[in-house]
Nanobody, 127 residues
């Protein structure tokens, strides 16, 4: 049906960069926003960034603000997460998510706002 597939993860030195991609395939969905979350071992899933499909409004977690950038290609149904100045604390499995709820009253920094999730891609930043 609907598939979200992340790619671009890997192992980098602290201070390095990676760009994650999330490709949406299958049934076309009326998604209002996309989000990136991450989960490190033993920790809860954590909000990273979100972007609105219409208008491109973005919001970032304080921990990544100024280092990460989320963007989207509406025509290709692809969302990116450019990660610069990576720290060991950024090491986690990164998940792409699509939200279909109306934007009004929806907090896209919460996991509950999203309906579809990818399988995740591992990002490891070694110091």
């Amino acid at each position: 049906q609907v598939q979200l597939v992340e790619s671009g993860g890997g192992l980098v030195q602290a201070g390095g960069s990676l760009r994650l991609s999330c490709t949406i395939s299958g049934r076309t969905i009326s998604s209002t926003a996309m989000g990136w979350f991450r989960q490190a071992p033993g920790k809860e899933r954590e909000f990273v960034a979100t972007i609105r499909w219409s208008g491109g409004v973005t919001y970032y977690a304080d921990s990544v603000k100024g280092r990460f950038a989320i963007s989207r290609d509406n025509a290709k149904n692809v969302v990116y997460l450019q990660m610069n100045s990576l720290k060991s604390e950024d090491t986690a499995v990164y998940y792409c998510a699509a939200g279909t709820k109306p934007s009004s009253g929806t907090s896209y920094y919460r996991a509950g706002a999203y309906d579809y999730w990818g399988q995740g891609t591992q990002v490891t930043a070694s110091s």
